[in-house]
């Protein structure tokens, strides 16, 4: 039975619910999302209270996620709060408020549990072996350092966007000098030099104002990857642009203004002290961290394969015939091994993992439409966030899954030219074709062909398959064989 659920994020710059559903299948999908901007840091007074114009406005917010749940039909609701709460003398009193007046019981986490959640985000759902995380807040910075996987050190820092905003104004020199102390201080962080991984509100925002600045071409934030120089070069031109005018700067949400270059001088500190040229952002963060210890319920939390999780997740969302894809998948990585034996390519094992999840995703388009479904399918691998693979991988994925013919191929891959190279679209090619034939093999979604032999002649490879009943699939099959030959530059013919 389907079942919804809400985890609400109290943060100290805004509030958060979002909403998932829960299928019995195990997918879990992400069905709505409401942001609320209360700055709750803003609202700590002198005694170290949260103020009664932050409470009050509190207090609102969450009644009308309350109500709004109740409307939908959700009736769990995890609420977790971190460092404006956290921070506030009165919290405990606060917090009991807040369950009477709206039924939702809160965690308050603590910095540790803050920036582990952020590590379990990140380290479930970019393919890093060795990074740093950086989670800015309003009122805190959780930054982790894992290699292998496995969470090494984990520190959070009493100062987020919103607290070094309203202690140094715009000093922005003050901010990097004081920050720079801070992160000093945790000596395992510097000069680490391997990728910083930022999530949070400043990420996304710095994220979306550089696609839009370059004109990137594809419409995903995730496992975004910047330079070093980017990120400076971004913070100067803010810089430079009047406080009223930045709204007028494209993938700059209008509540971060003010704050959004103090995020990135945080970002610039962190760089320099681990001495890192990679900068990527998430946008996965708490939350999601959350999730997956709570509700997917992974030993420690943390996924033995990424991509094989999410391909698996997509398959079941799309409702696709999982026999008959992984059957074909099966074929179409037996066809790249017997071919690489064979000297007709030279292709990586990555290449071979792209083809095995291209497989896997051929026919998820046909859950939008049968006609033209092979467009579907290359819209939503490119749309719905696929974990584990980068932008280019994600590309690579979509067009083999997708391939149809040669001139659909360019129509998709031209829209993609500056993160592709000429050899990439050589590869899609030679696999999107192999891809064909793999599902023509399947076609009658039965298994029965259970290996391919290919034999190397003087001038040609002769592929003989086990199955004889084939004999009536023969002239599409040879079709396929065609398209092959020619995309491979070797001659192949079918041996029933």
């Known amino acids: ?50 103020d009664s114009q932050g409470k009050n406005a509190l207090i609102e917010c969450l009644k009308r996620y309350s109500r709004f749940c109740k409307t939908r039909g959700v009736k769990k609701i995890y609420g977790i709060a971190t460092a404006a709460i956290r921070s506030a003398t009165n919290k405990e009193s606060l917090i009991q408020l807040i369950n009477e007046e ?38 805190s910075t959780e930054i982790t350092y894992f290699k292998e996987r496995s969470l090494v050190h984990s520190h959070s820092f009493s100062f987020g966007a919103v607290t070094l905003f309203q202690t140094f104004e715009e000093d922005l020199d003050q901010i990097k000098e004081f920050v720079g102390e801070q992160l000093k201080s945790q000596k395992w962080l510097i000069g680490l030099k391997c990728p910083v991984i930022v999530m949070g509100g400043t990420a996304r925002n710095l994220a979306r104002v550089h696609q839009r600045k370059i004109n990137y071409s594809f419409p995903s934030l995730h496992n975004y990857v910047m330079k070093s120089e980017d990120v400076e070069k971004t913070l100067q031109e803010i810089k430079q642009t009047p406080l009223q005018e930045r709204k007028g700067i494209s993938g700059l949400s209008k509540d971060r203004i003010d704050i959004f270059p103090v995020g990135l001088v945080v970002f610039l500190s962190v760089i320099d002290t681990v001495q890192s040229s990679l ?5 996965k963060g708490i939350r999601d961290g959350f999730l997956f210890e709570k509700i997917f319920e992974q030993e420690n939390g943390i996924l033995s394969d ?10 079941k969302r799309y409702q696709v015939h999982i026999k008959h894809t992984e059957h074909v998948a099966k074929l179409a990585v037996m066809l790249f091994d017997r071919l690489k034996i064979s000297g007709c390519h030279s292709w990586s094992e990555d290449n071979r993992t792209i083809l095995k999840t291209a497989a896997l995703l051929h026919d998820i388009g046909r859950a939008i439409n049968v006609n033209d479904s092979t467009k579907h399918t290359f ?14 991988e994600r590309i690579l994925i979509g067009l083999i899954a997708s391939y149809k013919n040669n001139r659909q191929l360019n129509k998709f891959a031209s829209i993609h030219r500056a993160l592709i190279t000429k050899e990439d679209e050589l590869m899609v090619l030679q696999l999107g074709t192999l891809l064909l034939l793999a599902r023509q093999l399947d076609r009658n979604m039965d298994q029965q062909v259970e290996e391919i032999a290919i034999y190397p002649g003087k001038k040609k490879l002769v592929f003989k398959l086990k199955d004889g009943q084939l004999q009536w699939m023969k002239e599409p099959i040879e079709d396929c064989l065609k398209k092959m030959s020619k995309a491979f530059a070797h001659p192949l013919t079918l041996f029933l």
């Open 306 to 315: 990424i991509l094989a999780f999410s391909t698996s997740q997509f398959m």
């Open 379 to 392: 819209y939503l691998i490119e749309n719905v966030l696929l974990l584990g693979v980068t932008h280019r």
């Open 102 to 139: 709206t039924g939702i019981d809160f965690r308050v986490l603590n910095g540790e549990e803050e920036a582990y959640y952020g590590y379990l985000a990140v380290v479930n759902t970019l393919a890093y072996r060795e990074a740093i995380t950086v989670d800015i807040g309003g009122g």
């Open 1 to 50: 039975m389907d079942q919804q659920f809400g985890i609400i994020d109290l943060g100290s710059n805004s509030v958060r619910l979002v909403l998932y559903r829960e299928v019995e299948t195990g997918i879990i999908q992400e069905i709505d999302n409401v942001k609320s901007v209360l700055r709750l840091s803003a609202h700590i007074n002198e005694r170290g209270d949260i």
């Open 279 to 283: 900068f990527i952002t998430s946008n």
